[in-house]
C-alpha cells in the first residue's frame, strides 16, 4: 500500500519486567467517579449516568519524559488516575466478563486544562480542548494482570515536588473497573490495545513549570516526571 503521508508510527507504552511494548489504539476517560473530587469540581454525584470523554492515542508521554507546559491555558491541573489496558474487547460486554478483557494495570495523569474546561462547562461545549491536547496523558509501564491480580484494593497517590496532592483507594471508585468497560462497550466498541483513565479522587490542584511530580498505584506502577 502507498500513502500521500507515512503512516504515523502507533504510540507505544512500556510493559513492566518486559522488552515487548503495547500499541494503543485509543484512550477512553471517565469523569466524576471519585465522589469527594465531584464534590470539589461543584458536580453531583451521579451513580446512573457516567461521564466519558477521549483523548488521542499520541497524548501519552512516557514515564521519565519531560511534559511541556501546554500552550493557550493559565490553569494546568493534575489528575492522577489508575489506567485500564484492554487485551480485547468486543460490544455490549457483560460486566461478570469484563476483566477478562483486562491485560494490565498503569498509573497515569489526565493533565487538563481546567481554564478552558470551566469556559467549556459554562458555554455546555465539548471538552476536547481542556482534555484532549498534545501530551495530556502521561502514562506509566503496565503492569501485566498475570503478574498484578485485578486489584480491588490499592492506594493511588500523587507528589508533585515530595509534597503530598492527592491519595484515595481505588475501592473508592463510583464506577468499578468491570462496571467501566460495561458502560464503555455500550457505546463503543472497545479492542484490545484501548486505555481507559478510571477518573481521579480528591485534590486536583494546579501544575507549574520546574514540578516534579510521583504518581503510584500501590507497589503496581509508578510515574516520575516533570513539567518544563
Ligand atoms: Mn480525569
Known amino acids: ?77 493534575h489528575e492522577v488516575e489508575m489506567v485500564v489496558a484492554l487485551q480485547s474487547g468486543g460490544a455490549n460486554i457483560a460486566v461478570d466478563s469484563a476483566l477478562g478483557h483486562v491485560f494490565g494495570y498503569a498509573v497515569g495523569l489526565d493533565l487538563t486544562r481546567r481554564d478552558l474546561q470551566a469556559l467549556a462547562k459554562a458555554k455546555g461545549m465539548p471538552w476536547d480542548a481542556a482534555k484532549a491536547f498534545d501530551h495530556s496523558a502521561p502514562l506509566s509501564a503496565i503492569r501485566r494482570a498475570s503478574e498484578s491480580g485485578h486489584p480491588q484494593h490499592a492506594e493511588l497517590s500523587l507528589r508533585v515536588n515530595g509534597q503530598l496532592r492527592q491519595r484515595a483507594d481505588i475501592s473508592e471508585m463510583l464506577f468499578s473497573v468491570s462496571q467501566i468497560i460495561h458502560e464503555l462497550s455500550t457505546l463503543f466498541e472497545l479492542k484490545g490495545g484501548d486505555l481507559i483513565f478510571t477518573g481521579t479522587p480528591a485534590g486536583v490542584a494546579a501544575l507549574a513549570r520546574g514540578d516534579q511530580f510521583n504518581a503510584r498505584l500501590g507497589d503496581i506502577a509508578a510515574l516520575n516526571g516533570a513539567i518544563v
Open 1 to 77: 500500500m502507498n500513502y500521500v503521508l507515512a503512516p504515523p508510527p502507533p504510540t507505544a507504552v512500556a510493559v513492566a519486567g518486559s522488552n515487548v511494548r503495547f500499541a494503543v489504539h485509543r484512550i477512553y476517560c471517565i469523569g466524576r467517579n471519585y465522589a469527594e473530587h465531584a464534590r470539589e469540581m461543584g458536580a453531583a454525584v451521579d451513580r446512573g449516568n457516567p461521564l466519558f470523554f477521549c483523548k488521542p492515542a499520541d497524548a501519552v508521554v512516557a514515564d521519565g519524559a519531560d511534559v511541556r507546559y501546554p500552550q493557550a491555558t493559565a490553569d494546568l491541573h
